[in-house]
């Protein structure tokens, strides 16, 4: 089946732009979790959902970033008036419910955002 | 908070040498363990997960030990092909991660084989 998908692929920004990142998760999966990744280091948890129901926003990096997933599948990653140091790769994980393998995270392609 | 550190950071092999990577968390109340590949512009593949009650899992060439209460992990690939060149990610769960799932990365080991 799809696994979880993300657009645009590559985003250019000009600073103080505005961006919005999607990702559609693998159907059914109930749990969506945003990371980035700066260029040479590991991902880095932002927010996490359950559902429609965002539990975990602790990695957001400032207000400038915020997500939704209004009806528990697809999610948007926003970030308003983007700067240099947000130019980065922005990864989307989902997994399943709870059970066997449910904790196991299935990553997309990401999307790499230059801020110019 | 937990830490997860991979050693070495990069790593160039001839073509068929059997090689180790390193993983070490510092909270060992972890749920589990995942080893991830990443190629260049590319998303993370799960090459192992292991839940924290076991000790290693093993999927053809690889193998991936956990050491639970050291904090360690290694991934052991056998007789490596320039096809595994790639970066290589150890990623935990933590209990007392307020999300429950989210996972602490460390910052990879680049690998390289030489034919």
């Known amino acids: 089946g799809a696994g979880v998908s993300q657009s645009p692929r590559y985003k250019v920004a000009k600073r103080g732009q505005d961006v919005a990142l999607r990702c559609d998760p693998i159907?059914?999966?109930?749990?969506l979790f945003w990371y980035q990744q700066a260029l040479g280091q590991g991902p880095e948890f932002l927010t996490y959902?359950?559902?429609?129901?965002?539990?975990?926003k602790s990695g957001l990096p400032s207000d400038r970033f915020f997500a939704e997933r209004p009806e528990g599948s697809v999610s948007t990653l926003k970030i308003q008036r983007t700067q240099q140091e947000d130019s980065a790769v922005y990864l989307c994980?989902?997994?399943?419910?709870?059970?066997?393998?449910?904790?196991?995270?299935?990553f997309g392609p990401g999307t790499r955002l230059t801020v110019t | 908070k937990q830490e997860v550190t991979q050693i070495p950071a990069a790593l160039s092999v001839p073509e068929g040498e059997n090689l180790v990577l390193n993983c070490s968390f510092t909270?060992?109340?972890?749920?589990?363990l995942q080893w991830f590949r990443q190629d260049p512009g590319k998303g993370l593949t799960s090459l192992l997960l292991i839940q924290s009650s076991q000790r290693e899992q093993t999927s053809g060439r690889l193998n991936a030990s956990l050491d639970k209460s050291s904090g360690r992990s290694t991934l052991y690939i056998a007789a490596s092909q320039p096809g595994d060149s790639a970066t290589y990610l150890c990623a935990v769960r933590t209990y007392y991660n307020n999300a429950g799932n989210m996972l602490t990365f460390g910052g990879g080991t680049r690998l390289m084989v030489k034919p």
């Open positions: 159907s059914g999966h109930v749990s």
């Open positions: 994980a989902s997994s399943p419910p709870p059970g066997g393998n449910g904790y196991e995270q299935y």
């Open positions: 909270d060992s109340a972890i749920y589990n």
């Open positions: 959902f359950q559902n429609e129901a965002q539990l975990d």
